[in-house]
């Protein structure tokens, strides 16, 4: 059974952080590419940052480059998003997905988490 579980979600101050994590069960995880996206109510799902299987390249959305970094640990079949210097635009259900290589023919998504950036 496929799972995306994330995590870390919650409530933070304009300026804080968050680290959302991402564990993943039932395919051979090394072999996805990961990536971020996120819905703000009234909004569409926006893709945030993507990693490529063994982690050697990221991207970013022009939004979130140079405040969030995406990374990954294959040991542990997980995704991250370390999220810096949020602000209350960043308010937004966070998702995980996966697809397959080379052509992204299989993709699983997660339940999502909430993230609330307000003061």
């Known amino acids: 059974q496929v799972q995306l579980v994330e995590s870390g979600g919650g409530l933070v101050q304009p300026g804080g952080s968050l680290r959302l994590s991402c564990a993943a069960s039932?395919?051979?995880?090394?072999?996805?590419?990961m990536s971020w996206y996120r819905q703000a109510p009234g909004k569409e799902r926006e893709l945030l940052a993507g990693?490529?299987?063994?982690?050697?390249?990221?991207n970013y959305a022009d939004s979130v480059k140079g405040r969030f970094t995406i990374s990954r640990d294959n040991t542990k079949n997980t995704v991250y998003l370390q999220m810096n210097s949020l602000e209350p635009d960043d308010t937004a259900v966070y998702y995980c997905?996966?697809?397959?290589?080379?052509?992204?023919?299989?993709?699983?998504w997660g339940q999502g988490t909430q993230v609330t950036v307000s003061s």
């Open positions: 997905r996966a697809a397959s290589t080379p052509r992204g023919t299989r993709t699983y």
């Open positions: 039932g395919f051979t995880f090394s072999r996805y590419t």
């Open positions: 990693i490529t299987t063994a982690g050697g390249t990221t």
